[in-house]
């Protein structure tokens, strides 16, 4: 059993940056692969990025290249978003998951645990 547990979302102006974190804790972090999810009022939950065990194969959404970037410290349990040049369409609820026995991935249906999520808001 994995307990992940988001913070660091907020209330931050168009252009701004923000990085959430996710701490997890139970059986070994570095099993698992991480990945980042978002989802908006009224939408369904997408795929924002995702990063391999060891941290060296890492893959984004299209809407966050460039803009956003995804770490993991496997000594303190914890991966990160480092989320720069906000934009509005960014607001969500963000949600950290893990997923064992694959690098990662782009599919929300394959993780095993998930976050309680963390609020960001954009405005413009």
């Known amino acids: 059993q994995v307990q992940l547990v988001e913070s660091g979302g907020g209330l931050v102006q168009a252009g701004g940056s923000l990085r959430l974190s996710c701490v997890a804790s139970g059986r070994s972090f570095s099993s698992y692969a991480m990945g980042w999810f978002r989802q908006a009022p009224g939408k369904e939950r997408e795929f924002v990025a995702t990063i391999s065990r060891s941290g060296d194969i890492i893959f984004y959404a299209d809407s966050v290249k460039g803009r956003f970037t995804i770490s993991r410290d496997n000594a303190k349990n914890t991966v990160y978003l480092q989320m720069n040049s906000l934009k509005p369409e960014d607001t969500a609820v963000y949600y950290c998951?893990?997923?064992?026995?694959?690098?990662?991935?782009?599919?929300?249906?394959?993780?095993?645990?998930w976050g309680q999520g963390t609020q960001v808001t954009v405005s413009s």
């Open positions: 998951a893990a997923l064992n026995g694959r690098p990662g991935s782009l599919a929300r249906g394959v993780y095993d645990y």
